[in-house]
């Protein structure tokens, strides 16, 4: 008998729950998931004090699972996703805060380096329900942001949603290297005639990276300028419910600007693979 | 479904074709393995093709990485729903294959790989493949296909196969297409035929098949329509049996034949009677001759080797001297990007190799200019001008197909101007028109029309520029090779081949009226060419605007470069992305980022013209400024390095144009070859490396090896001699056999010349700076 994947939702004081619950709700009717909602504090608390502090009226409560643990927020949160084999993690992020540049007192970065799944950053706001529509998918023409084509069209699949591939490889990076890299065109001899074939030749690669990229749900757009500010852009004018990002697994200040600069600004979950580097 | 017998499994075919593929590596382009991504690469990059029909070097058996097609140069299909005009016909892929074994289909996709291999043997102008295959129930079947396109008949394919049952005794069968949406399908004795309509093109094939040992051979009808009819031969091989299938399928079309069925099956009966063995002997002699005059040998460096073996290969692919009723279009018959349309790089990149090792070839390309010059009349007359204009994108009639709205991938739609304003083109198609006459004698062409093209763009580019109160012509709102810059007035390279294009038509009508009289006398007469309008195009040649600085020895890119934002757009060097998309086009615009070779090009093009010095400054000030935003733009800046005596400069060029296809991770090639880079590689080593100039007398070389490379050897043809030219870098010498009946003056360009007899081979030899004399060698 298949498991019946877990999506964690975890609260506190600093982990929000209020907007990350209807996400969470939405993914789990996708994947025929179940949602836990776990409570960490320095102390158990009674069950009724438990719903008390998750802000759940009644109907809000059913068929989640609501459990709590203690300890240091973070840790709990990676220890707990990994006791339940859970398939994701759901956080609320605060507005305005770039959590994942504060180097220490962020339990959203400190989850994000040690999760042992991918993790969805929820902004504040947004309504009761969500479901997903379109789901955006940058792409900077490497193979590491390529390792997000599969699980990411497999949301878009089990949803029914488009999947937009935007491709926004960075101005001043240097074209990928690796095998397989497929990046913008070196040479535009002929933009009309170029970009028509690239675009074929892109999507028939991203369905061989991924077979469940069905040719109908599936658009490619090109972003122009700087990574972050274009999906930035593509969604205040496009609109899309879940931004999927590849990452390497490292931030330090330099590294991972695009990933920051999209969980800074976009008015949507985004979902984040992490991708592991390779030898 | 519905299966009769078929009396094709033992037919002979005139004995097993015996080819093995070429043994130096130096002639092999190997993938091993199997790379889905690469795929359509690999499909471009090993395709093979004759210049009539070309086919994708697809899986035989298919799957859903593969993108399968064969193109038949000249045949174009209409699509009103598309932006970007008619486009290539794609057929079917006719080598596709079926293989089962106990009626389980093999594929690459199902069961384990043990090795799988394709060479392109560019000296024998075969696809080989290799593969070896465990199904999902543990049978190890081994296949090795050969294909080609025959050179020596045109209308020819060949495909074998051979089979081995390696650890099982069972059912083996071979489907085999065509089974073409919409044909006519027969079967007769040993042949099948296909009748299908491509635009307004019939289309036919016939089809042989030889099995050996015979084989149970069957026609399937499939139920459903749509499946169509197959053809099938089917063994029962015993363990370690080898099997093996020969087909030779023919193509006609109603482009060359009243009845091009008919033409199909005569012309396999014919081949099935010599046999197909002889077929590919005849193939491989035809290759042979072709590269003994289109080899460029280089001693000392592999890879550059590999590509200019690679560029030659594809460019004798490409070409047809029997149809003067096709040009070759970007990307050549090897895939579907750019549809097949002609640009200027047929002219001016590829058409210097046909000129020097095939002019056969060079004069029906051209011939292509001369029939689509209604055409060209047509678009300038459309525009208000005289004369010819061509088409900035032509297919088959020579009418012009740029669209002139184009969606870009970010989803806006972008005005296409290059159709109405890149005019330079006509220029382009002069140039190659005088460089072959010049090269190759060929008299005969020009009176048979290309005397008509030289006057006809003169004429435009008469009524084109405009002399202004200052006294100058100008030529204003054009675009030149650098497109990132639209819309500009008085653009170097426009004006500078424009006024070279006024001064060669009238030189060549002063030629012609000497060389030929009553028959230049009549050809002026219909052209309507007085000694007026000869004057005329010279004094405005003469008064063509150029914005030359005789103090920095620059040349400005148009009226107004000089005063554009300056841009590192080395800084961008190994972008991600062109430095027209990091900028985005506005700034782009208002910059000096150069997206080509452009003032370069005239230095490629047109060195005569001016001083080594200027050359010199100009490249100095253009290369920091060049993006590179197009694959013509690497071989060009290779071909002016190296004449300028910039090894390195060379080198990095040349490596770059080379990578343009053969990189493995750009996915550049996926649609097809870049036919005009290849072209430009080749020049780079025989204008550039070689230093070759045709001279009225005789041909004069300027050596310029890199570093690295020992001896280069290659062949040109000069008025009907071959000259066989080794340039070797130790103990410096040129050393130049001389075949043909007639003698020729060779040179050192500002150097030592002699007289040189056809038979006798001449060496000369430096010492320090300094050339000796040129010796008739022993």
């Known amino acids: 008998m298949a498991a019946i994947p877990t999506l964690l939702v975890p609260f506190d004081g600093q982990l929000?729950?209020?907007?990350?619950?209807?996400?969470?709700?939405?993914?789990?009717?996708?994947?025929?998931?179940?949602?836990?909602?776990?409570?960490?504090?320095?102390?158990?608390?009674s069950a009724a004090a438990l719903v008390q502090r998750a802000g759940l009226a009644a109907e809000e409560a059913a068929g989640l699972i609501i459990d709590q643990a203690t300890g240091a927020p973070a840790r709990v949160v990676i220890r707990e996703a990994l006791a339940r084999n859970a398939a994701f993690i759901i956080l609320g992020r605060a507005g305005g805060e770039d959590e994942l540049s504060r180097a220490a007192q962020s339990a959203v970065r400190e989850v994000l380096l040690g999760a042992p799944c991918p993790v969805v950053l929820v902004p504040p706001g947004g309504g009761r329900d969500w479901a997903l529509h379109q789901l955006i998918l940058p792409h900077d023409g490497a193979p590491t942001s390529a390792a997000a084509f599969a699980p990411a069209a497999e949301l878009a699949a089990r949803a029914g949603a488009k999947l937009v591939i935007l491709h926004a490889p960075p101005s001043d990076a240097e074209r990928p290297t690796e095998p397989g890299s497929f990046a913008?065109?070196?040479?535009?001899?002929h933009p009309h005639q170029e970009w028509a074939s690239w675009t074929r030749e892109f999507l028939h690669r991203a369905r061989c990276a991924c077979p469940l990229i069905e040719t109908g749900s599936l658009r490619l757009v090109l972003g122009h300028g700087e990574p972050g500010a274009a999906i930035l852009d593509f969604l205040q004018r496009n609109g899309g419910d879940l931004v999927a990002l590849a990452w390497h697994g490292r931030l330090e200040p330099a590294r991972a600007q695009t990933m920051r600069q999209v969980v800074l600004g976009a008015p949507c979950p985004v979902i984040i693979f992490r991708v592991p580097p390779k030898d | 479904m519905a299966e009769k017998p078929y009396d094709g499994g033992g037919a002979a075919c005139g004995g097993e074709i015996v080819l093995t593929p070429t043994s130096d590596p130096n002639w092999l382009l190997l993938e091993e393995g199997f790379a889905p991504l690469r795929e359509h690469e690999i499909e471009s990059i090993f395709a093979i093709s004759n210049g009539y029909v070309g086919t994708r070097a697809s899986l035989e058996e298919d799957s859903r990485f593969s993108q399968p097609g064969a193109f038949l140069a000249g045949v174009f299909v209409e699509d009103p729903d598309s932006m970007l005009g008619p486009y290539l016909a794609l057929l079917p892929g006719w080598p596709h294959l079926e293989i089962k074994v106990e009626g389980q289909p093999l594929s690459i996709e199902a069961g384990r790989l043990l090795y799988h291999r394709r060479m392109l043997d560019l000296r024998q102008g075969v696809l080989w493949r290799e593969w070896r295959h465990e199904d999902p129930s543990g049978r190890v079947t081994r296949a090795c296909f050969l294909r080609f396109a025959s050179l020596s008949d045109r209308h020819a394919l060949v495909q074998s196969v051979h089979l081995t049952a390696e650890n099982y005794s069972g059912r083996v069968e071979i489907l085999a297409s065509p089974t073409f949406p919409g044909a006519e399908h027969r079967f007769s004795p040993a042949v099948a035929t296909a009748v299908l309509h491509a635009g307004k093109t019939c289309i036919a094939l016939a089809a042989g098949a030889c099995a050996e040992p015979s084989a149970e051979a069957t026609v399937i009808q499939s139920a459903n329509p749509a499946a169509g009819v197959r053809r099938r031969w089917a063994w029962n091989a015993r363990l370690g049996a080898r099997l093996r299938l020969d087909r030779p399928v023919v193509v006609c079309t109603s482009r060359e034949e009243t009845h091009p069925l008919a033409s199909a099956q005569t012309r396999l009966a014919d081949i099935l009677a010599r046999g197909v063995d002889a077929l590919a002997r005849a193939h491989v002699d035809a290759w042979s001759r072709r590269w003994s005059v289109a080899d460029i040998r280089i001693a000392g460096d592999a890879e550059a080797q590999r590509a200019i073996r690679f560029a030659a290969y594809h460019l004798i692919a490409a070409a047809n001297p029997g149809d003067e009723h096709v040009s070759i279009g970007a990307r050549a018959l090897t895939g579907e990007a750019y549809h097949?349309?002609?640009?200027?790089?047929?002219?001016?990149?590829?058409l210097p190799f046909y000129i020097f090792t095939d002019p056969a070839t060079a004069r029906a390309l051209l011939m292509y200019r001369c029939n689509t010059l209604d055409a060209a009349r047509r678009r300038a007359a459309a525009r208000g001008y005289r004369g010819a204009l061509y088409a900035w994108e032509s297919a088959d009639t020579g009418d012009d197909v740029t669209p002139e709205a184009a969606i870009a991938p970010d989803g806006r739609v972008v005005a296409i101007l290059t159709g109405a304003h890149e005019q330079h083109v006509s220029a382009d198609v002069a140039y190659a028109v005088w460089l072959y006459w010049r090269t190759t004698g060929d008299t005969g062409f020009m009176l048979e029309g290309g005397v008509d093209i030289l006057v006809e763009t003169a004429r435009f580019w008469a009524s084109r520029a405009t002399i202004e109160a200052d006294g100058r012509a100008h030529i204003r709102a054009v675009i030149g090779p650098d497109e990132y810059h639209e819309m500009i007035d008085d653009n170097a390279y426009t004006n500078c081949m424009a006024r070279w294009n006024l001064l060669r038509a009238a030189d060549a009508a002063d030629l012609l009226a000497k060389e030929c009289g009553a028959a230049w006398d009549e050809r002026a007469r219909r052209l309507a060419l007085d000694d007026a309008e000869r004057a005329e195009w010279r004094r405005i040649a003469a008064a063509l605007a150029v914005g030359f600085d005789p103090e920095t020895g620059i040349i400005e890119q148009f009226d107004g470069y000089a005063a554009l934002e300056e841009i590192d757009v080395r800084a961008h060097a190994g972008c991600a992305t062109p430095i027209d998309l990091c900028l985005g086009p506005?700034?782009?615009?208002?910059?000096?980022?150069?997206?080509?070779?452009?003032?370069?090009?005239?230095?490629?093009?047109?060195?005569?013209?001016w001083p080594q010095s200027v050359h010199r400054a100009n490249f100095d000030y253009y290369e920091p400024r060049t993006g590179h935003g197009s694959s013509l733009s690497p071989a060009i800046y290779a071909l002016v390095a190296a004449r300028l005596g910039l090894a390195e400069k060379f080198l990095e060029y040349f490596r770059q144009a080379a990578e343009i296809d053969l990189s493995n991770n750009m996915g550049n090639a996926a649609g097809g070859v870049h036919m005009a880079a290849l072209g430009g590689l080749w020049q780079s080593v025989i204008f550039g490396v070689a230093g070759v100039r045709p001279r009225e007398d005789g041909v004069a070389l300027d050596p310029h090896l890199p570093d690295g490379w020992a001896e280069i050897c290659f062949a040109i043809e000069w008025r009907r001699r071959l000259l066989r030219v080794t340039l070797a870098a130790t103990e410096p010498h040129i050393r130049v056999g001389v075949e043909g009946a007639q003698e020729l003056r060779l040179a050192l360009v500002d150097g030592p010349s002699c007289v040189a007899r056809p038979g006798a081979s001449y060496s000369i030899g430096r010492d320090g700076a300094t050339w000796g004399a040129w010796r008739e060698a022993q």
């Open chain 1, 16 to 45: 929000r729950s209020r907007a990350a619950l209807p996400v969470a709700r939405g993914l789990a009717a996708m994947m025929g998931a179940t949602v836990t909602l776990l409570h960490i504090g320095p102390q158990t608390i």
């Open chain 1, 184 to 189: 913008a065109p070196r040479y535009l001899d």
């Open chain 2, 340 to 350: 097949g349309h002609v640009f200027w790089d047929t002219e001016s990149y590829m």
């Open chain 2, 586 to 609: 506005e700034r782009t615009r208002r910059s000096k980022a150069v997206k080509q070779a452009d003032v370069v090009a005239l230095s490629a093009f047109l060195w005569d013209e």
